[in-house]
């Protein structure tokens, strides 16, 4: 169990939907990263917050975004759905902002499946 | 921007041979790290490289950092089948860009 909780763990949607994939990270954990992990491909960098601000993004499409609050859990939306986002999307934290980036936690993932 | 490749990007090995993935960076990389992920599972943290031309050891796994701080590989030895998965590489500064990933099947 690496500490980073994942919800859901499973989301079967139609095209044109609108989805909500959450993250709680480690408890102590300030960075949390969000990649997209299509059908045997690697894994994609889409975006990192530290201590709620976005840090760095990949490349994350503009139907995608994605908040940290306060509490340090954050949230990933995906809208105007297409087939193609179906993917297993994985969260990880890490202790660090990025300097000397440190061990990255992972979740189990959220596999989402668009129809 | 960066692209962080590897290969192969899939391996078969008989159990007891040895294994390889090399990992190569567009860019120098302030350190690389490894994850494993087993088949349907997600990425579990193996080891992080920082000096320029280390070289660490987790019992049958060495991991070699480039002195160019471009490259990376694994090698593991004498393989087994709790060796199945596959293997990335990882680096960067905030956007922390994996390796397009080598699969190793070990047949028993």
């Known amino acids: 169990d690496s500490g980073v909780t994942q919800t859901p763990k499973h989301l079967i949607t139609a095209t044109g939907q609108r989805v909500t994939l959450r993250c709680s990270p480690r408890s102590g954990d300030l960075s949390v990263y969000w990649y997209q992990q299509s059908l045997d491909q690697g894994l994609q960098f889409l975006i990192q917050y530290y201590n709620g601000e976005e840090r760095a993004k990949g490349n994350i499409l503009e139907r995608f975004s994605a908040q940290q609050f306060p509490d340090l859990h954050s949230e990933l939306n995906l809208s105007s759905l297409e087939l193609g986002d179906s993917a297993l999307y994985f969260c990880?934290?890490?202790?660090?902002?990025?300097?000397?980036?440190?061990?990255?936690?992972f979740g189990e993932g959220s596999r989402l499946t668009v129809l | 921007g960066q692209q962080v490749m590897q290969i192969p990007q899939y391996q078969h090995v008989q159990e007891g041979e040895d294994f390889t993935t090399y990992c190569n960076s567009s860019?120098?990389?302030?350190?690389i790290q490894w994850y494993k992920q087993r088949p349907g599972g997600h990425p579990v943290f193996l080891i992080q490289?920082?000096?320029?031309?280390e070289v660490k050891k987790q019992k049958r796994l060495t991991f070699q950092f480039g002195e160019a701080k471009k490259n990376s590989s694994l090698h593991i030895t004498a393989t087994q089948t709790t060796d199945v998965g596959t293997y990335f590489c990882?680096?960067?500064?905030?956007?922390?860009?994996f390796g397009t990933g080598t699969k190793l099947q070990v047949i028993p």
């Open positions: 990880a934290s890490s202790d660090r902002s990025g300097v000397g980036t440190g061990e990255l936690f």
């Open positions: 860019t120098t990389l302030s350190n």
């Open positions: 490289l920082v000096k320029s031309g």
């Open positions: 990882a680096g960067g500064y905030q956007k922390v860009t």
